[in-house]
């Protein structure tokens, strides 16, 4: 029962989260953020339940090859045994040769694919998470001014506008963490199923990216406190 990440209680958090930022800072542009947040949550589950099922057309190509090659295997085989062996001995060998050539080809277009189809959904994956990494570095930005107001002693000309109250700046820095945490579990969900490697690790690296963000951030609100 609580061995899957379901992406539906994930977008239902998100949901949540965009009600309380949305209803403490209706003008702030995290808010906007956190929608997009949203929308990639629901992506997820439009893109997990695509790849999750297989694509029909290469299961259809790949099921024409399989009959192509058992007729040409049956056929090469039944030439070979109709030739009469001590007179055409080297016709023999060439067919044979011919035949060894015809399975390594068969097998390599299998491989070939199998493989495709694989590369296909890795290719699909790695795309949103790349959204993924993308939006939790957009949240870092937004978190990145919003340093403790009776920390900050001497500001200058150029220095960001903090106009929020000392619980406003909690709240704010909590509703980020949260985003950074609640992006991670939607890029987790892509694993399952998954025993590609490549999505694996770049899954962990967002896991890795978000928590070290987000330590940054409660760090700041340990200083607030």
Known sequence: MFKNLDIDKVTAAIDLLHLRVQERFPTANLLNVCNELKELSNKAKTNIQHLNKPYIYFRILFSFLIIITIGGIAYTIWHISSQDLPSNFQSF???????????????????????????????????????LRTIIHVIDMHQ???????????????????????????????????MLSLTSKVAATYSFN????????????????????????????????
Not at 94 to 111: C, K, Q, R
Not at 114 to 119: A, D, I, Q, V, Y
Not at 210 to 220: T, V
Request: glycine share 2%.
């Open 93 to 131: 060998i060439s067919t044979s040769e011919a035949l060894l050539n015809e399975l390594v080809m068969i097998g390599a277009a299998f491989y070939f694919i199998g493989k495709f189809e694989n590369s296909l959904k890795q290719k699909k994956i790695l795309h949103s998470l790349q959204e």
């Open 194 to 225: 998954s025993n590609d490697q490549i999505v694996l690790d770049t899954i962990h690296n967002i896991e890795v990216l978000s928590g070290s963000l987000s330590n940054k951030i409660w760090q700041k609100i340990s200083i607030n406190i």
């Open 144 to 178: 990145l001014t919003k340093d403790p107001t009776h920390v900050v002693q001497n500001n200058t000309d150029h220095s960001p506008e903090r106009a929020l109250t000392k619980n406003e700046l909690n709240r704010y820095l909590d509703y980020c963490s949260e």
